[in-house]
């Protein structure tokens, strides 16, 4: 008999900051298709914890957060064991990698990102420097792992391409080093806006309570926002332009049932507003519902999630630990 090399998956990568509770959005936008991810590809998942102290943190908050989302992480899918799952400043390699990135980043580069940008005025009295470079930390991150795709929303688009820069232009002065990453647009992800202001992207950071579902609301708030959720006058449940309220709900009624839109036309046709925003509040509540349990247990016992973190932060060690030598042997450092 032959032996038949069953194929190498493609590595993927992508990191989120624990800040704040992920939102419906966040979800429905990026988690849920992490989970999808871990059976076709490679995946490394990281929280980058290091990059939410660009912005003033509580260091109290800051670490039950860590805890959260690593929970959250699992509970919502994504197995310690089938990915790379890890807390970014739990492994070295990723600030000493930037460091050296960063030799090989210009200052134009970085003062033309809009995240940058908008960030600087938005906290004028702290522009320090780790704002500035957080690019090429997010760029070491990538580039250790060697991903060929980096699942990112929009905003993260213009970070990407600065990585495959920073990359090309790593490989063209020391030789072929690392894989250039493509950003990874996904099909299904969908777009969840705002209930409040549906022209608006939905924000964990909304001052609006009623604005974002948190993946931690429970069924009576999520029901209460949904039926407050602001649409419009025509009462007639139907997909149509300019209609960005009612088609938001329908996206995202869509996006936990499975069902298109004509089928949730059809479903709702003769039926009121009313209606369809209970039966989005009970579809969202159900698939939320079973990851609450699971975070919940996970957050009952912090040593076994201390004990995940690390085992995670092994794994990662080691493998980024192989691609930092091979970046400081190729720049001339000593290595003993
Ligand atoms: N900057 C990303 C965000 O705020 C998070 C991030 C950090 C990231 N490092 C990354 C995303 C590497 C993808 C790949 O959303």
Redesign the pocket.
């Given at each position: 008999m032959t032996d038949i090399a069953l194929p190498k998956k493609d590595r993927v990568?992508?990191?989120?900051?624990p800040t704040g509770t992920p939102t419906l959005g966040n979800y429905l936008g990026a988690l849920r298709n992490w989970v999808a991810m871990q059976d076709e590809f490679d995946c490394a998942f990281?929280l980058?914890d290091l990059?939410a102290v660009t912005v003033r943190q509580e260091p109290a908050k800051l670490r039950a957060q860590i805890y959260e989302m690593f929970a959250l992480l699992m509970a919502v899918g994504l197995s310690p064991e089938r990915n790379l799952l890890f807390v970014q400043s739990q492994v070295p390699a990723h600030t000493q990698l930037s460091w050296l990135l960063s030799c090989c980043t210009q200052f134009g580069e970085l003062s033309r990102m809009t995240q940058y940008k908008e960030k600087a005025a938005k906290h004028a009295d702290n522009i320090n420097l780790g704002l500035f470079s957080?690019p090429t930390?997010?760029a070491a991150?990538?580039l250790l792992y060697q991903p060929k795709y980096?699942p990112?929303?929009e905003?993260?688009k213009q970070?990407c391409e600065l990585t495959r820069n920073i990359a090309q232009r790593f490989n063209s002065l020391y030789g072929e080093t690392f894989v250039l990453p493509e950003p990874y647009v996904m099909k299904t992800a969908a777009r969840v806006r705002s209930l409040q202001d549906p022209t608006k992207k939905m924000s964990k950071s909304d001052e609006n309570q009623n604005a974002f579902i948190s993946l931690k609301d429970d069924k009576d708030t999520i029901l209460r926002k949904f039926r407050r959720a602001v649409t419009d006058s025509q009462a007639h449940v139907a997909y149509r332009e300019g209609a960005d309220g009612i088609n938001n709900l329908m996206e995202i009624y869509k996006a936990v049932t499975g069902k298109e839109y004509d089928a949730i036309e059809r479903e709702f046709d003769g039926r009121g507003y009313g209606d369809f925003k209970t039966a989005v509040g009970e579809a969202v509540a159900a698939e939320l519902g079973p990851i609450q349990q699971r975070f919940a247990e996970y957050m009952k016992d912090k040593a076994q999630l201390e004990q995940l973190m690390k085992q995670g932060a092994e794994r990662a060690a080691a493998v980024s630990r192989r691609t930092l030598g091979k970046v400081m042997k190729k720049m001339g450092f000593v290595q003993v």
């Open positions: 990568l992508s990191c989120i900051q990281a980058a990059h957080y930390l997010m991150d990538i980096v990112v929303g905003d993260q970070h």
